[in-house]
């Protein structure tokens, strides 16, 4: 089957700590993105990456750092500078860097930090 | 800057009721892309239905409907003969044209439909 995986779905973590949330698509697609997504406020860009070993900040970049050393993997790191963490975390591919089209979203990350 | 407006925040229906769900976009491109997605209680995004501005025809789905008017800048969603299974979140997006274009999400609109 063809997808999106994000793992884990729930992830706690103390304050202070860094965090990586992964996620993996086996689409054979060129870009992938992250989101975060707050109650009543949409989901808001983090970082997108259009092809392996690049990647752009999005609107919300500060406290968070991501990679692309594979096309299938583009894991997020959670810093401690990120002053609000607590939320849910949402990575989309689409097929193809250099055109419009839709993304595919996975199941999420629910980040709660204590 | 382009925004994506949905003015609606929560609607409740009764099942087989049909439902509008309004969207409103800003955008000072003449070639963008507008979408609608629908996030169930899972939280996985779905996705309905992509339209670019040069196509205005409006677009039929089964029960659901599309209706996209440039001279109001709205992509309305209509779903006909609501069932408890389209309960969930439904955003509208738009991206602009070009080899960088993001997605720009609407806040979402929360649909409950009561049997």
């Known amino acids: 089957d063809g997808g999106i995986t994000q793992s884990p779905k729930y992830l706690f973590r103390k304050e202070g700590q860094n965090v990586t949330l992964s996620c993996e698509q086996n689409?054979?697609?060129?870009?992938m993105y992250w989101y975060r997504q707050d109650p009543g406020q949409g989901l808001r860009l983090i970082y997108y990456?259009?092809?392996?070993?690049?990647?752009q900040k999005g609107d919300i970049a500060e406290g968070y750092s991501v990679s692309r050393e594979k096309k299938e993997s583009f894991p997020l790191t959670v810093t401690s500078a990120q002053k609000n963490p607590t939320a849910f975390y949402l990575c989309?591919?689409?097929?193809?860097?250099?055109?419009?089209?839709?993304?595919?979203f996975g199941p999420g990350t629910r980040l709660t930090v204590l | 800057a382009q925004k994506v407006t949905q003015a609606q925040t929560e609607i409740s229906v009764v099942e087989k009721e049909d439902v509008t769900l309004d969207c409103v976009y800003e955008?000072?491109?003449?070639?963008?892309?507008l979408f609608w997605y629908k996030q169930p209680p899972s939280g996985e995004l779905v996705f309905l239905i992509r339209?670019?501005?040069?196509?205005?025809q409006n677009e039929i789905s089964g029960r659901y409907s599309w209706n996209f008017q440039k001279s109001t800048s709205s992509f309305n969603f209509t779903i006909t003969a609501s069932q408890v299974v389209d309960s969930a979140v439904y955003f509208c997006?738009?991206?602009?044209?070009?080899?960088?274009?993001?997605?720009?999400f609407g806040k979402g609109i929360t649909l409950s439909v009561r049997p």
């Open positions: 989309a591919s689409s097929a193809y860097w250099d055109r419009v089209n839709e993304q595919f």
């Open positions: 689409l054979n697609h060129d870009a």
């Open positions: 990456s259009q092809i392996v070993n690049d990647f």
């Open positions: 955008t000072r491109d003449t070639t963008y892309y």
């Open positions: 339209r670019n501005s040069f196509d205005e």
């Open positions: 997006a738009l991206s602009e044209a070009g080899a960088n274009s993001k997605l720009t």
